[in-house]
């Protein structure tokens, strides 16, 4: 049990895996909070956008 404990702490090939999940969860957060909080901002930028596109509000 020991030296499999030993080995867990020597070895580092999960590190790298572990940070990049890490930054992918913190990424994800970030554009899920702007997305709630902009949400209403963007789909009238995008109403506003396909109404003044002659043909794009039928």
């Known amino acids: 049990m020991v030296k ?3 080995n867990l702490v020597v070895e580092e090939e999960g ?4 940070e990049y ?5 913190l990424i994800a957060v970030g ?5 709630v909080t902009l949400g209403d901002q963007i789909s009238g930028f995008f109403t506003d956008l396909t109404e ?3 043909g794009g509000g039928e």
């Open 21 to 25: 999940g890490l930054i992918l969860g």
């Open 4 to 6: 499999i404990f030993k």
């Open 52 to 54: 003044s596109i002659p």
């Open 31 to 35: 554009v899920i909070t702007a997305l």
């Open 15 to 18: 590190q790298g895996m572990t």
